[in-house]
Nanobody, 117 residues
Framework: QVQLVESGGGLVQAGGSLRLSCAASGRTFSSYLMGWFRQAPGKEREFVASISVSGTNTYYTDSVKGRFTISRDNAKNTVYLQMNSLKPEDTAIYYC??????????WGQGTQVTVSS
């Protein structure tokens, strides 16, 4: 069982930056693939980024490549999402999730990111 708690969301102007954090409970954090997803009003939840267990491999949806960076600190049971050059279309609730065995089994409660133009 893993419990995930996101933080770091807020209101920022276009072109600004935010850093999201996701703190995980439990001793098995380092065995989970971790990811960030987002859901904008009226839209389905979409994949944003993921990071492998060791942190060596990262993946991004095309719309955030070059602007967002996912990272993890297994000693702190935390995964991060550094978001730069934010755009109004990045406005959404951002969720972190944990995956083991190919299924995103655990989800946080989400943190709101609002980018004003």
């Amino acid at each position: 069982q893993v419990q995930l708690v996101e933080s770091g969301g807020g209101l920022v102007q276009a072109g600004g930056s935010l850093r999201l954090s996701c703190a995980a409970s439990g001793r098995t954090f380092s065995s989970y693939l971790m990811g960030w997803f987002r859901q904008a009003p009226g839209k389905e939840r979409e994949f944003v980024a993921s990071i492998s267990v060791s942190g060596t491999n990262t993946y991004y949806t095309d719309s955030v490549k070059g602007r967002f960076t996912i990272s993890r600190d297994n000693a702190k049971n935390t995964v991060y999402l550094q978001m730069n050059s934010l755009k109004p279309e990045d406005t959404a609730i951002y969720y972190c999730a944990a995956n083991r065995g190919g299924t995103w089994s655990y989800w946080g409660q989400g943190t709101q990111v609002t980018v004003s133009s």
